[in-house]
C-alpha cells in the first residue's frame, strides 16, 4: 500500500507538525480543518461562518486528492458548544446535499485559535 502526504494549495496552512491529509492506498484521512480563511489565516465570526469555512477547507483538501463530497464516508464535527449543533447541522447539509456520510459529533472544552467547530473526514477513491 502507498500513503501519500496531501498539502492543499486552497486550504490554510497546518497549526501544527501535521500534513492536510494522508492517502493511503484509496483511503484518504483528513486532518481537522478549521474555519480559518486560507488567505488571512483567520477565523471568520460566528459559528456559521466557521462551519462553512471549515466544510471549504475541507473541499480543498478532497480535490487536492482528486476526490469530492460524494467520496466522503465518514466525519467527526467537534464543536466548542453543543448549542451550536443545529446551526452547525444547516451548514454541513448544504455540503453533504448529495448524501450525508457517517458522522459523530462532539463537544470540546477548546479548539485551536479559539475556533467554534472543527471538521475532519475520511475518503475513500471510487473505482
Known amino acids: ?15 501544527g507538525p501535521y500534513c492536510h491529509a494522508v492517502l493511503a492506498g484509496d483511503i484518504l484521512y483528513t ?10 489565516g483567520e477565523l471568520p465570526e460566528g459559528v456559521e461562518r466557521q462551519a462553512e469555512q471549515a466544510l471549504e477547507n475541507l473541499h480543498a483538501v478532497l480535490a487536492e486528492a482528486g476526490l469530492d463530497f460524494v467520496n466522503v464516508v465518514k466525519t467527526t464535527v467537534f464543536l466548542a458548544d453543543m448549542g451550536d449543533f443545529p446551526a452547525v447541522n444547516g451548514i454541513y447539509a448544504r455540503f453533504f446535499a448529495e448524501g450525508v456520510p ?17 471538521i475532519e473526514a475520511v475518503a475513500v477513491k471510487l473505482p
Not at 500500500?1 to 497549526?15: D, G, I, T
Not at 486532518?31 to 488571512?40: E, I, M, R, Y
Open 102 to 118: 457517517a458522522r459523530s459529533c462532539v463537544q470540546v472544552a477548546a479548539l485551536p485559535k479559539g475556533g467554534l467547530v472543527e
Open 31 to 40: 486532518s481537522g480543518q478549521l474555519g480559518l480563511d486560507p488567505v488571512t
Open 1 to 15: 500500500m502507498s500513503l501519500r502526504r496531501v498539502e492543499a494549495k486552497n486550504a490554510p496552512a497546518a497549526v
